[in-house]
């Protein structure tokens, strides 16, 4: 059940993007918002009368204190429920000097406003059920999206292609617990009432299709956050200086000193419109040091998470001790499901490769690279697959599945044991619970607050 988060007062805020630019929108919404915004907004001179206001209508005029003009502004009105949060608001376009917005905030809270929370209009959004949770988070993720995949992925989790997934969930497991509950209801006659086959293939429908969803969150995850680029190899292979080559600045610090990078590094990249996410490791070697053990150990985590593993080789060494480093990082991956390329690095040092890579590059001249961009492109594209099914996209969503998914193992370990129906049903339960927490069916309000302050304030 959703907490009642009923809004008795009005909140305001900048809405558009922090300092100054041509014009900036502040945000008002609750009850009193037309009451305020008309204190202070005149139109040719005179103060605009709230009974005068037309929905969805821009009116043009000024922002007027104490006989003073703060600004030429248009203010749009909107009623309810015919509005994003769903209560009476209004925006104010202003111009986008800092002083005019933090003047007409201080005005507006004078007048009975209070400063918006982040994330606050669009809890009231998803209170007043204009869209579920899961529409709500899109909205954070449209603001985020870095490329065009991520971008469709978010459009089409706001206009509820996700939802509807649950729901078909949810129902499925609803039909199941009333299967269940049928055979509850007539326990004491010691019958076995329900349709137990009906019952395991519907159970084995539903897992399926979750374990679906949890298997697009690779996908999701790769198209929102970029692809996971894992850049390894031994120290002073060239990783940081291939680094700063892809991303073009000079982000990783780059030293003829073996050891130099001791963290991970991440940025991401868009590259032909998909989203990589670079990460810089220390190099590979035996160390007795503690500090670099553990970047190591860093380096090793992250090289089991990427997708592409660019695995980087000295082309100054000799052929034997190429063979082995090339060994070492054949090794660590594992091709089922990453995709590695060994480069031969430092192509400027050497003349002729003392073996078979994919790529001989120079992250110092710049040569390979637009052909190792190209595969990864390649690589990135047969990852991205088709891409008009719904994908998760969200850790939160992530995690809810699989405990819905361990609920019904239970479930279905239950059944096969002989298990009291009613303890079945508990698990059965449970299964909804977590369905229904993604959609936010089911929520508490530090879940609400955890999810919504991570918004930004005016959004
Ligand atoms: N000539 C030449 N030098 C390179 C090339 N790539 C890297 N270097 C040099 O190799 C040295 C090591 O480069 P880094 O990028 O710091 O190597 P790394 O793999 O990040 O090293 P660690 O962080 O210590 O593991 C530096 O002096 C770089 O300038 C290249 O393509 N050609
Ligand atoms: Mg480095």
Do not use: W
């Amino acid at each position: 059940m959703r907490t009642s988060f009923l809004s008795d007062d009005t909140i305001c805020a900048v809405a558009t993007a922090p300092g100054m630019g041509a014009i900036a929108v502040v945000r008002l919404s609750g009850p009193q918002s037309h009451d305020i915004v008309c204190r202070l907004f005149y139109r040719n001179g005179k103060p605009f009368p709230k009974e005068r206001i037309e929905g969805h209508r821009a009116y043009y005029g000024q922002i007027i204190c104490n006989d003073d003009v703060l600004d030429e502004v248009v203010v749009t009105f909107f009623k309810a429920p015919h509005s994003f949060t769903g209560e009476d608001s209004v925006e104010i376009s202003v111009h986008g000097s800092v002083f005019i917005q933090q003047r007409l905030l201080e005005l507006l809270v004078e007048a009975g406003a209070r400063m918006a929370m982040p994330g606050e209009f669009t809890r009231r959004a998803f209170v007043n059920r204009k869209f579920d949770l899961a529409q709500a988070e899109a909205v954070a993720d449209i603001i985020a999206s870095q490329s065009e995949a991520a971008h469709r992925l978010a459009m089409n989790q706001l206009k509820g292609g996700f939802s509807k997934e649950l729901q078909v969930l949810r129902s499925k497991l609803l039909e199941i617990t009333s299967l269940i509950e049928l055979e509850l209801d007539f326990s004491e006659e010691d019958v076995e009432f329900a349709d137990r086959t009906q019952l395991k293939s519907l159970l084995g429908e539903t897992q399926s299709h979750i374990a679906k969803l949890i298997a697009s969150f690779k996908q999701g995850n790769a198209i929102k956050n970029g692809i996971p680029v894992a850049i390894v190899g031994e120290t002073n292979t060239g990783k940081s200086t291939l680094l700063n080559a892809l991303l073009e600045e000079d982000r990783a610090i780059v030293s003829d000193i073996a050891g130099t990078t001791r963290d991970t590094i991440e940025e991401v990249m868009n590259l032909d419109g998909i989203l990589f996410r670079f990460i810089d490791t220390a190099g590979i070697r035996e160390t007795d040091e503690t500090i670099e053990k553990i970047g190591i150990e860093r380096t090793l985590r992250k090289l089991n998470e990427a997708d592409i593993v660019l695995g980087l080789i000295d082309a100054t060494k000799d052929a034997q001790a190429q063979r082995t480093a090339a060994q070492t990082i054949l090794e660590k991956v594992d091709q089922s499901h990453q995709t590695l390329l060994l480069l031969l690095n430092k192509s400027d040092l050497c003349q002729k490769p003392a073996h078979d890579t994919d790529l001989l590059i120079s992250a110092k001249t710049g040569e390979g690279l637009d052909l190792l961009r190209e595969k990864l492109v390649e690589i990135g594209k047969k990852l991205m697959g088709t891409q008009n099914e719904v994908l998760v996209t969200n850790v939160r969503h992530f995690e809810a599945l699989k405990h819905a998914s361990e609920s019904l193992s239970a479930v279905s370990k239950g059944l096969d044991d002989g298990i009291p129906t009613d303890l079945v049903a508990q698990d059965l339960r449970e299964a909804l619970y977590y369905l229904g927490s993604i959609t936010g069916e089911i929520t508490t309000d530090e879940v609400l607050g955890s999810i919504f302050g991570r918004f930004c304030i005016g959004k």
